[in-house]
């Protein structure tokens, strides 16, 4: 049975097939708080798995849903201990590697494939399949003056914020300051798509609708899956006057294809991770 | 524990595994250093003279040329060494590379007649010293608009006073052979791009010279005592510290904002440094201990990278995600990162452990270091791999990269923690 580890009730995929009739096998991050062990230097951190749990994961594919664990009483353990989060995630991963499949890359974000910047996203995708457009941008070092040049429209964003397009509502006044990021403020139709494992993706278009390229659609969800490591999630691209598309933000965690009415029937079609190609057997 | 220190395999400077083996501090690493220092020496000859080749177009280039000749080997050195000429000739490089692509044709020209000036200013002044201290007076004195000047590695100021006779008097040094510069117009220069010296620039006083320069001492001293060959790492590959002061003790919380440190090494300055606030108390001699052999690694490696080849292009789009810091950072800062933190982490971990008389409070500061240094190889994810390149780094670093990350995760792994208890 597939395994779904994760660290927010609020998690949309975890609603969705919670509420479905599929086989899950739901783990929360908090039922191994009294297993975390903090440590003196140099272990810091150990996880005591029970062998029921070990046997639960071994051989099993897993949806790792842990993108953050705010909230959780597992961070306030660390957070009093004065432990980084990254040791729950080095300590986790042995546990990770006995899954035959796993959907979503593990770490905090920037490391983890899963939970990449903007900026590093559109180079993956770029580089791992040439017909995908991406925005114009510019990242400027230190307080240096960025180089908008090339730029129609810049757009002051946070590397970091993934869907915010109209107007960057989480740019930090160090980001506003220090390595400014600007980007080509997006035109045409925004254009939300979703997937989850073989299923053609869904998608819907959150203001008006308009035709599109559905071919580069399904070009640029197969290289997200491989690129991003994860087997469902969704991408905000802008549909052009032609129909063409430019892909802005992949995202794993779901929030804007979870408003869709579509969206927990879609998920009950999905059967959780294959073993990834690029992912090397456990 | 390192299979490369072989003694009966001949050293290879060029082979990027020898920076594997200065890391870990082999046996033969005193002997890489030592071909690794003429490798560099060699390719910064080779660099000016291609850059002298066009002296029959440009006045300033032909006077550069018979000045450096004029130059006795050892002050020829002492030019070549200095982070000053390693960075004109980058920026003449890439105005070349400009004029070349025919952008800014018209401004590549104009830069590249200003750098030739710049070119002939560093070894002019290596001359003027030269003949300050021999009593003589040359025509680079006579029409030098300031009334103060250094030598291009940084270790010698020469001032003239009021009667406008000249004199020479050495910068403080760390060790006897780095310098530690606070006045030079490349220590009080403002850098937007820069961490250390984008900040304020306030005046230190002889005391707080005094104290920061203590501090670095005890620092190397410590280093040398743990491990030997990273002091030696440290007097052959750095050859200025620029230290900045941005905030004054007795400013309390109304520059609390400014009351941070920091240092750094940028790739077009190999042979410096720059310190941030060393002169606070706050700041340990153990945090000096860091930050010197942080820089200092770099340094190695950006030797390595001059004499040889640049490790990665970068595009400063493209930015890593460090494991460590969290920070966005180039491709090449991160392959350096690779080695840092674990020379660092090998520094601090044998300086921990060379005392059981480790003061409480010291003994918590490293023992987090080391847990910081540890988190970023304990990832899945192996290092080269997260590198964002348009081209692919050589077989060799990939592997160097990798074996470091694995050597990491032998130690701190789980298990392996358990097996050694």
Redesign the interface.
């Known amino acids: 049975m597939t395994v779904v580890l994760y660290s927010q009730e609020a998690d949309p995929l975890v609603t969705a097939l919670k509420a479905g009739e599929g086989e899950w096998s739901f783990l929360h991050v908090d039922e191994l708080v009294d297993r975390l062990r903090v440590k003196p230097w140099p272990t810091i951190l150990d996880i005591i798995i029970p062998g029921a749990l070990s046997e639960r994961i071994r051989g099993m594919p897993v949806v790792n849903r842990l993108f953050s664990f705010e909230g959780t009483a597992c961070l306030d353990k660390l957070a009093g201990a004065r432990v980084n989060e990254r040791w729950l995630h080095a300590r986790l991963d042995s546990l990770l590697a006995s899954a035959s499949a796993l959907a979503h890359d593990t770490g905090v974000r920037g490391i983890s494939r899963s939970l990449l910047p903007l900026n590093a996203q559109w180079f993956c995708m770029r580089t791992a399949q040439d017909a995908v457009s991406i925005p114009r941008f510019s990242y400027a070092t230190g307080f240096e003056e960025s180089n908008n040049e090339g730029l129609g429209d810049p757009m002051q964003k946070s590397i970091w914020s993934l869907f915010d397009w109209k107007t960057e509502r989480h740019l930090l006044p160090s980001e506003a300051r220090r390595h400014r990021f600007f980007v080509d403020r997006p035109r045409g139709m925004p254009l939300i798509s979703f997937f989850a494992g073989k299923q053609s993706p869904g998608w819907v278009f959150p203001r008006e609708t308009t035709p599109f390229d559905h071919h580069a659609l399904n070009i640029a969800v197969q290289a997200a899956r491989r690129v991003f490591m994860s087997d469902v999630g969704e991408m905000l691209f802008y549909v052009q006057p032609d129909g063409s598309l430019v892909f802005h933000a992949f995202s794993p965690h779901l929030l804007s294809a979870a408003k869709t009415p579509g969206f927990s029937a879609y998920i009950s079609g999905w059967q959780g991770p294959a073993p990834h190609p690029t992912r090397e057997p456990a | 524990m390192n299979a490369l220190a072989d003694d009966s395999v001949a050293v290879d400077p060029t082979d990027v595994q020898c920076l594997l083996e200065i890391a870990n501090a082999s046996p033969r690493s005193p002997d890489i250093i030592d071909k690794l220092l003429w490798c560099r020496l060699l390719s910064m000859r080779w660099r000016l003279f291609e850059a002298l080749a066009e002296r029959n177009t440009d006045s300033a280039l032909g006077a550069a040329y018979r000045t450096y000749n004029a130059l006795s080997p050892v002050h020829q050195a002492r030019v070549l060494i200095s982070s000053e000429l390693c960075e004109v000739l980058m920026c003449l490089s890439s105005a070349a590379a400009r004029r070349e692509r025919a952008v800014d044709k018209g401004e590549a020209e104009n830069d590249i007649a200003s750098i030739h000036t710049r070119l002939l200013d560093i070894i002019s002044r290596e001359q003027a010293i030269i003949d300050i201290e021999a009593g003589r007076r040359t025509y680079f004195l006579s029409n030098h608009t300031t009334r103060v000047f250094f030598s291009p590695v940084g270790d010698k100021q020469a001032i003239t006073d009021a009667s406008g006779a000249w004199s020479v008097r050495n910068v403080p040094s760390l060790g006897g052979v780095i310098c530690v510069d606070f006045d030079s117009p490349v220590a009080t220069a403002y850098?937007?791009?820069?961490?250390v010296l984008?900040q304020y620039c306030l005046l230190m006083s002889d005391e707080e010279k005094a104290t920061v320069v203590d501090k670095l001492d005890a620092a190397l001293e410590r280093i040398d005592a743990t491990v030997p060959a990273y002091g030696l790492i440290i007097r052959n590959f750095v050859r200025r510290i620029i230290v900045r002061k941005s905030y004054d003790a007795s400013e309390g919380d109304a520059g609390a904002e400014r009351r941070h440190f920091g240092s750094e090494y940028v790739p077009r300055q190999p042979g410096s440094i720059r310190l941030l606030n060393t002169h606070l108390d706050s700041l340990s001699v153990e945090s000096c201990m860091e930050s010197l052999m942080h820089e200092s690694t770099h340094n190695y490696l950006a030797a390595w990278e001059l004499a040889n080849e640049m490790f990665v292009l970068n595009d400063?789009?493209?930015?890593?995600?460090s494991?460590w810091s969290?920070n966005?950072i180039p491709n090449s800062s991160f392959i350096h990162a690779v080695f840092v933190y674990y020379v660092c982490h090998r520094l601090l971990r044998g300086y921990l452990e060379s005392s059981n008389s480790h003061d409480e409070r010291v003994k918590a500061h490293l023992?987090?270091r080391?847990?910081?240094f540890?988190?970023?190889f304990?990832?899945?994810?192996r290092l080269p791999d997260?590198l964002?390149a348009?081209c692919a780094i050589s077989p060799a670093l990939f592997t160097v990269l990798l074996r470091i990350q694995e050597t990491m995760k032998g130690?701190?792994?789980?298990?392996a923690?358990e097996a050694g208890a």
């Open positions: 850098e937007a791009r820069s961490g984008s400063p789009r493209n930015r890593v995600t494991p969290g966005q023992e987090g080391l847990a910081n540890m988190a970023g304990l990832i899945r994810q997260l964002l348009e130690i701190y792994s789980r298990d923690i």
